[in-house]
C-alpha cells in the first residue's frame, strides 16, 4: 500500500508565499515523476508543476517564474515553492506520484489567498 501526504497549505496574502510538501510512503517502486495539480471551484483538475527523477522539470505558464518545483528521491519527497501568490491560485492543491506506471494522490491541501 501506498501513502501520499501533503502538507503546507494555508491562508496568504497576496503577494505571500507558501511552501507545499508531499512525501509518498509504502510499498513503492522507483518514483518516476511527482507533481503539483490544483483544482479550483467549478474548474478542472491541471497540472502546476513536474519533475522527473532525472530533475526535468515543467511548468503551467501560469505560474512560471513564481513557484518551483524540487524533489528528494531518496526520501520520495517533493516540494513546490510558492512565490507572489495571487487569489488566482487559490485552489486544492494535489501532489501526484507515478511509480511503474500505477499513479497515487494525495488528499490535496487548500491554499487560498486573499486580495
Known amino acids: 500500500q501506498v501513502q501520499v501526504v501533503e502538507s503546507g497549505g494555508g491562508l496568504v496574502q497576496a503577494g505571500g508565499s507558501l511552501r507545499l510538501s508531499c512525501a509518498a510512503s509504502?510499498?513503492?517502486?522507483?518514483?518516476?515523476?511527482m507533481g503539483w495539480f490544483r483544482q479550483a471551484p467549478g474548474k478542472q483538475r491541471e497540472l502546476v508543476a513536474g519533475?522527473?527523477?532525472?530533475?526535468?522539470?515543467n511548468y503551467a505558464d501560469s505560474v512560471k517564474g513564481r513557484f518551483t518545483i524540487s524533489r528528494d528521491n531518496a526520501k520520495n519527497m517533493v516540494a513546490l515553492q510558492m512565490n507572489g501568490l495571487t487569489p488566482e491560485d487559490t485552489a486544492v492543491y494535489y501532489c501526484?506520484?507515478?511509480?511503474?506506471?500505477?499513479?497515487?494522490w494525495g488528499q490535496g491541501t487548500q491554499v487560498t489567498v486573499s486580495s
Open positions: 501526484k506520484v507515478v511509480s511503474a506506471l500505477r499513479e497515487y
Open positions: 509504502g510499498s513503492i517502486a522507483r518514483v518516476n515523476f
Open positions: 519533475i522527473l527523477s532525472g530533475g526535468y522539470t
